[in-house]
């Protein structure tokens, strides 16, 4: 693991890489041994730093790809009929789209493994709405054809035209 050098609270203000501390005696700092006080502030400095370390390892999710055939036929199911904003279009292969604050991309594959049901899948795409039976009937007007609930009725599941799997749900009654 690397972490970043500091500038410690020495008298010569120089940087103090941790290579430069013996932690069993006292911190050897600008050529001098530091009294226990200056040790103490010192092994804080070290502390702090190999938090702000681990604090940087952390992740996040970032955006979701959506394998399709062809992203500038699967546009128009994402943007027409589930609702998602269209926000650019890469060099007419690569679909950039956001639904609330979650970016997606769909992008070309020659993946043509479908599976019949929702569980058979690898991976499912669950989105909310608070009324579910109002949405309901809003995306089956646009085109959407749901299939067998999954697991009880409060989990409507559906395929986009390549066979990738979304289930649409309450999140108060899930």
């Known amino acids: 693991m690397t972490f970043r050098p500091f500038v410690s609270s020495n008298f ?26 200056q040790q103490r502030a010192f092994s804080i400095l070290l502390l702090s730093n190999f938090l702000y370390s681990l604090r940087m390892a952390e ?17 128009g199911f994402y943007v027409d009929v589930l609702g998602f904003t269209l926000v650019q279009i890469q060099g007419d292969q690569f679909v950039w789209l956001t639904l609330e604050d979650q970016s ?12 019949e049901f929702y569980d058979q899948s690898k991976i499912g795409l669950v989105l909310y709405t608070e009324n579910l039976k109002e949405k309901r ?8 054809k749901f299939e067998d609930p999954d697991m009880f009725e ?13 289930q649409l749900v309450d999140p108060n009654n899930h």
Not at 12 to 26: A, H, P, Q, T, W
Not at 59 to 75: C, L, Q, T, Y
Not at 137 to 144: K, T, V
């Open 104 to 115: 997606f991309l769909l992008r070309p594959s020659k993946n043509q493994n479908r599976v």
């Open 137 to 144: 009937a809003e995306l089956e007007s646009r085109g959407l």
């Open 154 to 166: 409060g989990c409507l599941t559906f395929q986009d035209p390549d066979g990738n799997w979304f």
């Open 12 to 37: 010569s203000n120089e940087i103090i890489e941790y290579g430069d501390v013996d932690l069993k005696s006292r911190a050897k700092v600008g050529g001098f041994l530091a009294e226990p006080l």
């Open 59 to 75: 992740m996040k999710s970032g955006h979701i790809e959506i394998f399709v055939s062809d992203p500038m036929k699967a546009r």
